[in-house]
C-alpha cells in the first residue's frame, strides 16, 4: 500500500496555464507538506498543514494555491505557470508537530515541467 | 533551527560500514537531530534521529557526541542501493514541522 501518493508524476505545461497537483496520504498523519525541489537539486518546503490549517506559508508566489480538502489530502494549483516553476514537487505527511517524533513521510513526487 | 555542515561527497565499498559526519555546533539542548536520504529521483526518506543518546534501527546507527555538536550516520553493511544524498538536519521538537534541507553528503556505494 501507497503511504504518500502523488498524481501526476510528470507534468509538462504550457506558460500561462493553471494546473493542480493532487497529494493523499493513508497514514492518518494529521499534517501534509509541500516541498519544491529546484533543478540544483535544493529542497524547500512551501507550505504545511495541520488539521487542514494552514500552519506553514513561506515565501511562495501567490499564484500557488495549496488546498486541504480533508486531512488526508493537500492538493497544489498553480496559477498562471512560469518557466521557473518548472521544479519536482514533493508532497510530505506527518504525525503533529509536537507531538514527539514525527518523521514525514514524502511521496514519489511530481516533475513540473513548463515550456 | 540550528545549521549542519557536510561533506558534499563520500565514496564507500559494498559491505563496508559507511560513516557520514554532520557538525552541528551551534545545535541547542531541545533540538532533534535527524537523518533523512534521497535516493536517485525518488522523494526523501526518514532514516533516524536522535535527542542525546546513540540511536539504532535497522536502517542504521546514529552516534552524536558528548557535547552534541557532531553526529555520524552509521550504515553498518553498505549496498549499493545505498548510494543517495544523506541529508543531516536538526530541529526543535515543537515547531512547525518544517524540515530545513542542507545540500548534504553524496555517498556513493561502490562494487
Known amino acids: 500500500d501507497t503511504a504518500v501518493s502523488q498524481t501526476p508524476k510528470y507534468l509538462v505545461t504550457q506558460m500561462g496555464n493553471d494546473k493542480s497537483i493532487k497529494c493523499e496520504q493513508n497514514?492518518?498523519?494529521?499534517?501534509m507538506y509541500w516541498y519544491k525541489q529546484d533543478s540544483k537539486k535544493f529542497l524547500k518546503i512551501m507550505f504545511s498543514?495541520?488539521?487542514?490549517?494552514?500552519?506553514i506559508n513561506e515565501t511562495v508566489p501567490n499564484r500557488f494555491s495549496p488546498k486541504s480538502p480533508d486531512k488526508a489530502h493537500l492538493n497544489l494549483h498553480i496559477n498562471s505557470l512560469e518557466l521557473g516553476d518548472s521544479a519536482v514537487y514533493f508532497c510530505a505527511s506527518s504525525h503533529a508537530p509536537g507531538t514527539g517524533s514525527y518523521e514525514q513521510y514524502f511521496g514519489p513526487g511530481t516533475r513540473l515541467t513548463v515550456t | 533551527d540550528a545549521k549542519t555542515t557536510q561533506p558534499p561527497s563520500m565514496d564507500c565499498a559494498e559491505g563496508r560500514a559507511a560513516n557520514l559526519p554532520c557538525n552541528h555546533s551551534?545545535?541547542?539542548?531541545?533540538?532533534?537531530v535527524y537523518w533523512y536520504r534521497q535516493i536517485h529521483s525518488q522523494g526523501p526518506q526518514y532514516i533516524i534521529h536522535g535527542l542525546k543518546n546513540n540511536e539504532t534501527n535497522e536502517m542504521a546507527s546514529l552516534i552524536i557526541t558528548e557535547d552534541r555538536k557532531s553526529s555520524t550516520l552509521i550504515l553498518p553493511h553498505a549496498t549499493l542501493r545505498d548510494t543517495a544524498v544523506y541529508y543531516c538536519?536538526?530541529?526543535?521538537?515543537?515547531?512547525?514541522?518544517?524540515?530545513?534541507f542542507g545540500q548534504g553528503t553524496t555517498l556513493q556505494v561502490k562494487p
Open positions: 538536519i536538526v530541529r526543535v521538537a515543537s515547531n512547525t514541522g518544517k524540515l530545513i
Open positions: 498543514y495541520n488539521n487542514k490549517e494552514l500552519i
Open positions: 497514514l492518518g498523519h494529521d499534517t
Open positions: 551551534t545545535i541547542s539542548g531541545n533540538e532533534y
